[in-house]
């Protein structure tokens, strides 16, 4: 009986998290954002130069930018530049840590460190490539850009 019920809860663990992806590589664009219940958005303010794909329709949209090798990210700012951060996964839980040796203590990072560094349960979206990370204060919807791409050039071949 024990191992009947074992099974069962690992199925439905397993269940839980399914089409949550494990890797997170690469640039998800931050569609919409909540903060302790109000609609709050962010905006890097930085002097250095980058250079952004651009996918129709997200024009002016922010990002998060996972590297996996690293167990990275770089997370917009408010009102301030990016910040890196380390990242830590577990099933359909991410957390986001400060980078070890990297100094964010001016005034700038404040709001960007309270909003993003926190423990997220990761849920699927309503659209294909769109997770929904959730925290007590926070809720951050991202799409992949990647699989914005893919349809933007499957919609192409598609008028051929």
Request: proline share 3%.
């Amino acid at each position: 009986m024990r191992k009947t019920i074992f099974t069962l809860l690992t199925l439905a663990l397993l269940t839980c998290s399914e089409n949550i992806p494990t890797e997170f590589d690469g640039y998800w664009i931050i569609s919409a954002m909540e903060y302790k219940g109000e609609p709050i958005y962010p905006e890097t303010i930085t002097d250095k130069f980058e250079a952004n794909i651009v996918v129709s329709g997200f024009e002016n949209a922010e990002n998060i930018r996972f590297i996996n090798s690293e167990q990275a990210a770089y997370l917009p700012g408010f009102k301030g530049d990016r910040i890196l951060v380390d990242f830590v996964t577990d099933l359909n839980k991410i957390e986001f840590k400060l980078h070890e040796g990297l100094d964010y203590e001016p005034k700038q990072y404040e709001l960007t460190k309270r909003i993003f560094l926190r423990n997220y349960i990761i849920k699927n979206g309503n659209e294909e490539g769109e997770l929904i990370f959730e925290s007590d204060s926070t809720v951050i919807k991202l799409i992949s850009q990647k699989i914005l791409f893919e349809k933007q050039i499957d919609k192409v071949f598609d008028g051929l």
